[in-house]
């Protein structure tokens, strides 16, 4: 069966909360916003990445502690894991100009929310739907 992620197309489970995102719509979970496609689902974990980092949530181990508090997941679990798929460190300072970086965590965190591979194309393509982070 599908992963919930990605039949949503919300590959990072982002929750209904009071934020209307691009491209969000109508759809059937109780839990889980849903999206048009599936790169503005990943806009969305992008946008809001970057509302993390003006906050200070700047490293990934700050990112998945409040992503995924230990309330609901393993989230030293969650980091080790990013930090093995991204190969990047849990404690690089992130910017808004680390792009690369950013794709290859939401990647790493889409493996984790899915149980399998992202389609790296379809990440970019949500990267560029946005212009909160760029690229250096």
Not at 6 to 27: A, C, M, S, T, W
Not at 56 to 61: A, K, Q, W
Not at 64 to 83: D, F, H, K, L
């Amino acid at each position: 069966m599908t992963p919930r992620g990605l039949r949503n197309n919300n590959p990072l489970n982002i929750r209904h909360n009071v934020d209307v995102f691009q491209g969000e719509i109508k759809g059937n979970d109780k839990s889980f916003k849903t999206f048009s496609t599936m790169p503005y689902g990943y806009r969305a974990a992008f946008v809001t990445l970057a509302t993390y980092l003006s906050r200070n949530l700047n490293t990934i181990e700050k990112i998945i502690s409040r992503w995924a508090p230990p309330s609901e997941n393993n989230t030293q679990s969650y980091i080790t894991t990013v930090v093995k798929f991204s190969g990047i460190p849990k404690d690089k300072i992130l910017t808004a100009s680390d792009g690369a970086d950013y794709i290859l965590i939401v990647a790493a965190m889409s493996f984790v929310e899915n149980g399998q591979n992202a389609d790296i194309n379809q990440i970019k393509a949500g990267f560029a739907l946005q212009n909160k982070i760029t690229m250096q």
